[in-house]
């Protein structure tokens, strides 16, 4: 390119000045070094140009017209997130039991010799059946579709409902039903499994009815009772240490326990022989109320009457 630029001034030289030849050539070599970077910066801006276009090409499509969202959200998306939760506890297994507790008075109680004789023990246990009998103790088991002819009886030999207990019993976890109060220390006297009469020194606190359930291996919608009377010292709730020597100061009268197996709808009928005046006995205090209860005669003006207990276990269900 020096040398076509040289020619070129050779020619000219005819018409100008050496000094004005010389400025020439000076010039045209910084136009030519001006012309060869524009040209490169020129490439360079194609280059990009053609990058950029590629890029505009490829890129990200244009949004679409969308739903608003709370069109498009579900109720499960609404579900608060469980990932973290622990899983749901078994659901508690449980013996549901009704206790129906009549008074009737004690100048009827013959009246409920019908129970007796059209009712079965069978398939109840006895834990003791010569003691269970010499304390007075009788007992009876029914099915759901003689349910209202037990209570029809009971109710004709002048019976009333004064309570109605509903126990939900987990698994060989019992349960407490307070009967009577003893307000002073006394002996209480029962029939020791081999005859012999025994006393037991209790009070003050209470006599009551322990029930328990238990599941049995295998036997789906059945379940194993128990229940005897039971003395109880008082407790106090906000002395847990005090609680676990009352513990200890518990008489179970498991001479006159029973048991069997119930399903749904299942009944016990336990009620005394006899009327037993006497409170010094396992019978008469687990049973009879000597201070009476007002009863309400069809004919008759009400009245206070001495009365004894009588006990209904019902099986509402079992949630095995």
Known sequence: MARAIHI????????????????????????SFIVSRFRLLSSVIRHLSCVICLLTLSGCPQPQDQAPIWETVKIGDLAPYEGDRPAAPETLKTVNL??????????????????????????????????????????????????????????????????????????????TIAVAGLDRPQSVFFT????????????????????????IPGAKGQCSVSAYPVFSPPTHRAVPELNLR??????????????????????????????????????????SNPKGSLFFGKTEAAEFKPCTRVFLLFCTGINY
């Open 8 to 31: 070129e001034v050779d020619q000219d030289s005819r018409h100008k000045t050496p000094e004005r030849t010389r400025d020439d050539g000076r010039r045209t070599r910084d136009e």
């Open 98 to 175: 009704d206790v129906y507790i009549f008074e009737v008075p004690g100048m009827n109680v013959h009246k409920l010799d019908r129970i007796r004789k059209t009712f079965y023990v069978r398939p109840l246990r006895l834990k003791n059946y010569p003691s269970f009998e010499a304390d007075s103790f009788q007992i009876r088991f029914g099915q759901g579709e003689r349910w209202k002819e037990i209570q029809d009886l009971v109710l004709a030999a002048g019976g009333q409902r004064v309570a109605n207990v509903s126990l939900m019993l987990p698994d060989a976890m019992p349960e």
């Open 192 to 215: 020791a499994p081999d005859g012999s009469r025994q006393a037991a020194n209790i009070g003050p606190g209470v006599l009551g009815l322990r029930v328990q359930a238990e599941t």
């Open 246 to 287: 009352a513990k200890l100061r518990e008489f179970p009268f498991t001479t006159a326990a029973f048991g069997l197996t119930m399903s749904p709808g299942d009944f016990v009928y336990l009620a005394p022989k006899q009327y037993l005046i006497d409170q010094t006995t396992l019978g008469g205090l687990f049973f």
